[in-house]
């Protein structure tokens, strides 16, 4: 008796809805065997996790406010995997974003301070989108491989930042704090509860105009056809450079959008620290949602819980913080395992009595 | 000269792990195999290492355990691709992320109770330099004959890896494989299988990369030790063309960077610190960049293997 | 030859596939010294039946025997070691290996380090042999199709092999060569070997096989003997009904040049010239056909057509305006329809569904779409109204592509591209692969634009197909054009020369 992978007749829905969520599950299972390696209870742990995330309206605003940047870095590589374009350069995207409104922010004294938060946020986005643009001509016009580009210019992107808040836009009355001078208080980004921010509407707003360009207009099935078929799409005459360009640029503006909504509302000036992984778990996020805009917000709200739950661990129970990064990378496996099972089934097959 | 010496001694020790891993990932990517998680493969290696000789003393038993973990995770990623057909650059993204994840926790878990359960800042045993009595002294050369006994090793792993891809019956099958397994297949080969193998091979040969860096190289286990070396090594696979000898010249650059760097941070420059971290990444952007460019003109020698990252099934028609 | 035992016998061999039984229950004889031709049509179950005995496929059911042997073929390599050995319909060589380590890849008694020297000795021992010309050190992509044909002989040779079979070898070479190939194969028959031709092609039958076996949808129709059946007997137990050779359509009256094309030359990004000076042009109501041995260029003069090529030198001109270098999308709007030769990657989106693969053309405007808003539920209208007069088979408009026939998605395409097609059709073998009632209907469709007076280019690698359907034929070799001829007074033996080069005609 074997079991074979059989294709199946007709794309299974059921199971792209079936196989995340089952992923939680086979995800938390392994973790409970690290956890158990680590002579913790997992269950003790989870629960701590849980409630540390979700467990209160205060606890839930934290969670918010980290969910914030990784809905819209998320949607930002969504955007790109659309294009099978595997730009994991949102780090340095939502790095670049920060540095932009810094910028605005710090140094246009020309314009009334009321201005600065939308024009922060303009320069924000155009900042993380100029930054993707880098490896998206590379890509578009030379072929030049977008995965290392896009990785190589977060550690590039980084290193600006620190360049910045350790040197020239230091804030001298700082104390030795490596970080620029706070934003002027007209221009932060209002926050609704707690820390939580109206960040939380742009994300929101964000997928639900990206969900409708997607799926309901001109230039969101060239999108698709360009990701799923990119020769088929040229012999329909479709400008696959430039849209690569424009796609790419957009998930950079996406992370962008995301570097500015953090130094605006959250820690009100660039410092160090702001890069935390964000744009690495926008990756997770990306393909738990399945490229799609409007379950990308709920899968990061997700992660957002298991980072918050994370650091709850570390404070109640004495565990590295680094359990929450765990549990997400675990995310992936029982998930790219389980996605063969929308288009294929398994059959077993009994062999006949001479085979055996 | 001197200077050129001990530049040079600096510059094969950097190179050692990104060599090693470089390795480790063209015989994976031969297969047609594309594996992004050499970077959390490494990290995982340099814990393991780190963690087991702080614990037993042993520097052997470290190197087989960092083999082990990173190959273990070598094998999640064939898995994933070759049998369940995920899609390979998440996979590899998959286990860059989870591995980077597992070392951090790790790190801060396999210490001592007095250091918080942490091992950063611990030190144990390491490799250390061999010299070669009356050799050491000839310029340039020397520098060559003053490592550790893992970079002596790589002397001989680089002209046998050449042989075994160019010269060997295992060597043609597994190129055959690479690039038309459909081919390999149709004359016997068992590609999954051949697949499996070297992906774990080079999963093996990335953890000696990464056990390098905490016993070697810079002794002691940090945060983020790697530094996206992980990275780095996946465009040397690229700069090679896939050939383990030409991957020498890769790593000495790199590894030469390295070198600069850490002399200009020592003389204490003008140029701000963070430029000169910045180098190896901006240089491998550039680098590719031109490679890429100039390479189109010539195919053939510079090609990827063409079957590379996808997945492979005799009863696809 | 029938008093000898056979080689070679296959008894009740059945071989299922998820939804279809490609062998059902088949027996099969071969005796030494013959040539079996394996006809039948396109899914007709001969190359399934050919890959249980090279080792690829193992039957579900079935009984093999080899010299009066029972045997268990369980691997490519248990298949060699009986002396079996096939030359697949893709070759099966690794494009940047050499000759030499083609030939040895996979050999079961290989030594870890081959002995490459003698290795190569060999091969030239066995190429002066069988005239098999070629170099043990060139590499295989930089080898002619033929060459790569010979390479997979003398790879069959040099293993021994005492049963070849042969999927449709002919498909790729130039009458000439193909003539060479029948001689070749006669030496080895003389040495006591024996083989099976796989193929689709009356006329290959009668040159080349002692006896004939019919398969039609996975079943064994009829074995003869070829000596005692006409052309017409075969074709008719192949399809299983009298199929019509004769299209009908009205004189040849082309109308004014729709497209001309003056001195193309196309060059890959290392500098080869894929096409080299090709001038061409057709007019209204005319069908001018491409031959040629396919990879001579045939394709990137469509493409340089339709704008998917970078044309460096020449003209190309569509209604009398100058479209050299226009991208894709221009072309599209001058009313160039396109359906492409590879059409799995370049004519469908697989994932997509069929109502948005017939909306491909058509997304653009209105009533699809207005003002870069898509109206989706027209697209379903639309794809329905299609789906009936195209008659494709499928379960409904949003089921993806990639789950259809190779028939229907080919339905599929020229549904979208002759709905569009404003004046001018290029037509990439639209029959590959297909089988002959959608060959029928692809054809009817072609001559429908003609008779509508629209310009058509069909390139075609089937020389009846080219001469029942179009006016004229342009022969190409090597990237240029050899000779336009009319189809009228087109003399195959000629066009089979400029095929392969020999020959230049002047128009």
């Known amino acids: ?356 | ?317 | 030859m029938k008093e000898n035992t056979p080689v070679l016998r296959m008894e009740g061999i059945t071989k299922r596939f998820p939804g279809v039984t490609a062998n059902d229950n088949i027996d099969l004889e071969l005796y030494p010294g013959e040539v079996l031709a394996l006809l039948g049509e396109n899914g007709a179950g001969k190359s399934s039946l050919m890959n249980v005995l090279a080792g690829l496929y193992f039957p579900d059911e079935g009984k093999i025997t080899v010299h009066g042997k029972k045997v268990d073929i369980r691997s490519p390599q248990d298949s060699m070691t009986l002396g079996i050995g096939m030359i697949h319909q893709e070759f099966m060589l690794v494009g940047n290996m050499t000759v030499a380590e083609n030939i040895i890849l996979g050999m079961k008694d290989l030594p870890l380090f081959p002995p490459m020297a003698e290795v190569k000795k060999r091969i030239r021992e066995l190429s002066d042999r069988y005239k098999l010309k070629v170099d043990p050190n060139s590499y295989i992509q930089n080898l002619g199709v033929g060459e790569q044909q010979r390479v997979e002989i003398l790879k069959l040779v040099y293993r021994g092999a005492e049963i070849l079979i042969l999927d449709e070898p002919t498909a790729v070479l130039t009458p000439e060569e193909a003539r060479d190939l029948n001689r070749i194969i006669k030496t080895m028959l003389d040495e006591g070997k024996s083989a099976v031709f796989i193929t689709h092609k009356m006329d290959e039958v009668m040159e080349f096989s002692h006896r004939v076996q019919i398969l039609r949808r996975g079943k064994s129709v009829s074995v003869c003997s070829t000596k005692e059946v006409s052309k017409k007997d075969l074709a008719r137990m192949m399809v299983g009904r009298e199929i019509l050779f004769d299209l009908t359509k009205s004189a040849f009256s082309p109308g004014k040049e729709r497209v001309r094309m003056d001195k193309v030359t196309v060059e890959d990004e290392t500098g080869r010239k894929l096409l080299k000076d090709v001038s061409i042009n057709i007019r209204s109501g005319e069908i001018l056909g491409i031959a040629g041995v396919a990879g001579n260029g045939q394709q990137e003069l469509a493409e340089a057509l339709t704008g998917l090529q970078n044309i460096s030198s020449g003209t190309v001109t569509i209604d009398g305006m100058n479209m050299t270098r226009k991208k894709p999308i221009q072309l599209i709007k001058a009313g160039v329809s396109h359906i492409p030769a590879d059409r799995g990657a370049m004519g469908i989106v697989g994932d997509m569904s069929v109502s948005s693969n017939l909306a491909m053309k058509k997304y653009r405007d209105d009533p699809l779409s207005h003002r870069g808003v898509l109206h989706l539920s027209r697209f379903f209208q639309f794809a329905k109204k299609m789906i009936q007069f195209f008659s494709i088979s499928t379960p409904g408009p949003g089921t993806m592509v990639k789950f259809l026939s190779g028939g229907n998605i080919q339905k599929t395409i020229l549904a979208r591209e002759i709905d569009a097609c404003r004046g001018i059709l290029v037509a990439v073998y639209p029959s590959r692969g297909l089988d002959v009632g959608a060959i029928e209907a692809v054809r009817k469709q072609i001559i429908e634009q003609r008779e509508k007076g629209s310009a058509v280019l069909l390139v075609s690698e089937e020389l009846d197909e080219l001469i029942s359907v179009a006016d004229t034929i342009a022969v190409m070799s090597e990237g240029e054009i050899m000779g336009i001829v009319s189809t009228k007074d087109a003399d195959i033996e000629e066009i089979g020369m400029m095929m392969a080069g020999e020959v230049r005609s002047e128009a």
């Open chain 2, 1 to 317: 000269m001197e200077l050129i010496t001990t530049l040079l001694i600096v510059t094969l020790r950097a190179g050692t792990s990104l060599l090693y891993a470089t390795i480790g990932e063209i015989y994976t990517e031969r297969s047609g195999i594309l594996n992004l998680g050499v970077e959390g493969m490494m990290m995982l290696g340099a814990v393991t290492a780190f963690s087991v000789v702080y614990a037993t003393g042993n520097l052997i038993l470290g190197l087989i355990m960092a083999m082990l973990v990173s190959g273990l995770m070598a094998l999640v990623h064939a898995f994933l691709s070759i049998t369940m057909r995920a899609n390979q650059v998440v996979s590899g993204l998959s286990v860059t992320l989870f591995g980077t994840g597992l070392a951090s926790y790790l790190g801060q878990r396999l210490g001592p109770e007095s250091n918080g359960f942490s091992l950063s800042g611990m030190s144990a045993e390491k490799f250390t330099a061999i010299t070669i009595p009356g050799l050491s002294e000839v310029p340039i050369l020397s520098a060559f004959l003053n490592q550790d006994i893992i970079t002596y090793l790589l002397y001989l792993i680089v002209p046998i890896s050449w042989y075994f891809l160019y010269r060997t019956k295992h060597g043609l099958t597994l190129r055959a494989v690479g690039e038309n397994p459909k081919t390999a297949s149709a004359m016997g080969s068992n590609v999954s299988k051949i697949r499996y193998i070297y992906t774990l091979v080079g999963g093996m040969l990335v953890g000696l990369g990464g056990a390098h860096l905490t016993l070697a190289y810079t002794p002691g286990w940090a945060e983020n030790i790697t530094g996206g070396r992980g990275w780095i090594v996946i465009a040397l696979v690229i700069f090679s063309g896939w050939n383990p000898s030409r991957a020498v010249f890769g790593a000495i650059l790199f590894g030469g960077i390295n070198a600069v760097q850490f002399r200009l941070q020592a003389a204490g420059t003008n140029i701000p610190a963070s430029f000169l971290n910045m180098a190896p990444y901006l240089a491998t952007v550039v680098v590719l960049a031109v490679m890429t460019i100039l390479s189109r003109k010539k195919r053939g020698k510079f090609a990827s293997p063409s079957a590379l990252g996808s997945s492979f099934s005799i009863e696809d028609k």
């Open chain 1, 1 to 356: 008796m074997r079991l074979v992978l059989e294709k199946r007749e007709a794309h299974s829905y059921k199971m792209t809805v079936l196989v995340p969520i089952i992923s939680v599950g086979v995800s938390l299972l392994i973790g409970a065997f690290v956890l158990l390696f680590s002579h913790v209870n997992p269950l003790a742990t989870y629960v701590y996790m849980f409630i540390g995330a979700f467990g209160s309206w205060s606890a839930f605003t934290e969670t918010l406010v980290k969910a914030i940047p990784l809905m819209l870095t998320g949607l930002g590589v969504s955007v790109a995997f659309r294009l099978r374009f595997w730009n994991i350069g949102a780090e340095g995207q939502y790095v670049w974003g920060a540095i932009g409104t810094a910028w605005v922010m710090l140094y246009w004294n020309f314009i009334p301070n009321p201005m600065l938060l939308p024009v922060g946020l303009l320069i924000g986005m155009a900042a993380g989108a100029g930054w993707a643009g880098i490896p998206a001509v590379l890509k578009a016009v030379w072929k030049v491989d977008e995965t290392l580009t896009t990785l190589m210019l977060n550690y590039v992107a980084i290193l600006f930042a620190e360049f910045l808040y350790y040197g020239p836009w230091r804030d001298p009355e700082g104390y030795g704090f490596p970080g620029t001078k706070p934003f002027p208080e007209e221009a932060w980004l209002p926050r609704f509860s707690g820390r939580a921010h109206w960040g939380l509407l742009l994300a929101v707003v964000a997928a639900v105009i990206l969900w409708f360009v997607l799926s309901r207009t001109k230039w969101g099935f060239e999108i698709q056809m360009i990701g799923k078929s990119p020769k088929a799409a040229r012999c329909q005459g479709v400008n696959i450079k430039r849209n690569i360009i424009l796609v790419i640029m957009l998930s950079g503006a996406l992370s962008g959008l995301a570097g500015f909504a953090e130094v605006a509302a959250v820690s009100h000036r660039l410092q160090k620290g702001i890069a935390t992984g964000y744009g690495y778990t926008a990756i997770i996020i990306a393909w738990m949602s399945q490229l799609n805009p409007i379950a990308a917000l709920f899968v990061a709200l997700l992660m957002a819980g298991l980072l918050v739950g994370g650091d709850q661990i570390q404070m109640m129970m004495g565990l590295p913080a680094a359990m929450g990064v765990v549990l997400q990378g675990l995310l992936l496996f029982p998930l790219l395992a389980g996605s063969i099972f929308t288009d294929y089934h398994l059959r077993i097959i009994r062999n006949k009595g001479g085979d055996a």
